[in-house]
C-alpha cells in the first residue's frame, strides 16, 4: 500500500471513529420540553433535532428560541435507533399528549432527521392549528448516511445507529406532503468535517443539487447559509432571526441570501451543465482541490 492510500484509510478511520464517537453522545437520552415564557402564551415552537444531535448541541438551539421569542418552546426526544416507524410513533405519542390545541398557532423548526420524521408523520396525521415550518437541508449532509452505509459492514451499522441509518439512506428528500402550511427552506453551503472524508462517494451520488427547486417541492421561501451542519447548532444566532420573522411573516426578509455563488468551501465547482449555467444542479461538475 503505497503512502498517500494509507494516509487516506488513516483519514478514513479516523474520521469514523469520531462519527461513531458523536453518535453515540447523541443517543444520550433528553427529556421533553416545554418551557413557559408567560401565562396564556399565544403560539409554540417544536424543534425537532437532527440524527446526529447531541443533547447540548439541542439546548443551544432550544435556547436560543426561549430568549429571543415568546413562543413556548418544545423539545420532543423523538429519536429512535429502530427505524423511522418507531421515530414516527414515538413524534405521534408527543403530539397527543402536549396539548397542542391550546395554541392558536404552532410552529415547527425541523434539522435534517427532524424534518424526515415530520413528513412521515405528515402522510399519515396532522399537526393541531399548524403555522409555519422552517427545515434545515444540507444537499451533502444529506448523503452523507449512504456514504457511510457504502463504507462499512452492515452489523458494524446496525449495531452502532440501528435501522435509521439505513432509512435515511435510501429517503427521497424531494417530496413533502402539502401539509396547509407555508414551509421555508434553509440551505447549508459548508461541509461539516466527516463530509470531507467521504466527498469521493457523496459527489458520485445521483441528484445532488443546491437548487432549491431539486431539493424539495412546496417551499414558500429559502435561504442559503454559510454554515455547515454542526454550525447550525452553535451559530443559530446567524440565522435565527430569519426563523422568527419566516414564522411570523412567512418570507426569511430582505436579508436572506438567495443566490449560490457555486462554491463551497473545500469543494470547488469547475464547470456549469447547459441546462442550469449556475453551478447549482445535479448535472454540475466538482472537484476537490
Not at 34 to 50: C, H
Not at 108 to 123: D, S, T
Not at 192 to 213: C, G, M, T, W, Y
Not at 246 to 268: D, L
Amino acid at each position: 500500500m503505497d503512502s498517500e492510500r494509507f494516509l487516506k484509510t488513516f483519514e478514513l478511520i479516523f474520521s469514523t471513529l469520531i462519527f461513531l464517537f458523536l453518535s453515540c453522545a447523541s443517543s444520550e437520552k433528553h427529556k421533553n420540553v416545554l418551557s413557559v415564557r408567560e401565562p396564556g402564551a399565544e403560539e409554540a415552537l417544536i424543534i425537532l433535532g437532527g440524527f446526529t444531535a447531541t443533547p447540548n448541541e439541542l439546548e443551544k438551539a432550544t435556547d436560543y428560541f426561549k430568549q429571543n421569542s415568546s413562543y413556548d418552546v418544545l423539545t420532543p426526544d423523538f429519536k429512535s435507533k429502530d427505524g423511522f416507524n418507531a421515530c414516527v410513533k414515538n413524534l405521534k405519542q408527543f403530539i397527543s399528549t402536549a396539548k397542542l390545541g391550546r395554541y392558536k398557532k404552532v410552529h415547527l423548526f425541523c434539522y435534517i432527521l427532524g424534518g424526515m420524521i415530520l413528513r412521515e408523520f405528515l402522510k399519515q396525521d396532522s399537526i393541531p392549528n399548524l403555522g409555519r415550518i422552517v427545515l434545515d437541508r444540507g444537499p451533502l449532509q444529506e448523503r452523507l448516511a449512504l456514504a457511510v452505509e457504502e463504507s462499512y459492514p452492515d452489523f458494524l451499522l446496525d449495531r452502532i445507529w440501528g435501522k435509521t441509518l439505513f432509512d435515511i439512506a435510501t429517503f427521497d428528500f424531494s417530496y413533502f406532503p402539502d401539509c396547509g402550511g407555508d414551509i421555508g427552506l434553509l440551505i447549508e453551503t459548508r461541509p461539516a468535517k466527516v463530509i470531507r472524508f467521504h466527498i469521493e462517494q457523496i459527489l458520485n451520488q445521483d441528484s445532488l443539487s443546491f437548487a432549491p427547486d431539486d431539493i424539495m417541492n412546496g417551499y414558500a421561501d429559502y435561504a442559503y447559509l454559510p454554515l455547515d451542519h454542526d454550525q447550525t447548532y452553535y451559530e443559530i444566532s446567524e440565522f435565527g432571526p430569519m426563523v422568527l420573522k419566516f414564522f411570523k411573516t412567512g418570507s426569511f426578509g430582505n436579508e436572506a441570501n438567495r443566490v449560490f455563488s457555486g462554491k463551497v468551501e473545500g469543494i470547488r465547482i469547475y464547470h456549469s451543465c447547459v441546462s442550469c449555467g449556475t453551478g447549482t444542479c445535479s448535472g454540475c461538475l466538482f472537484f476537490i482541490p
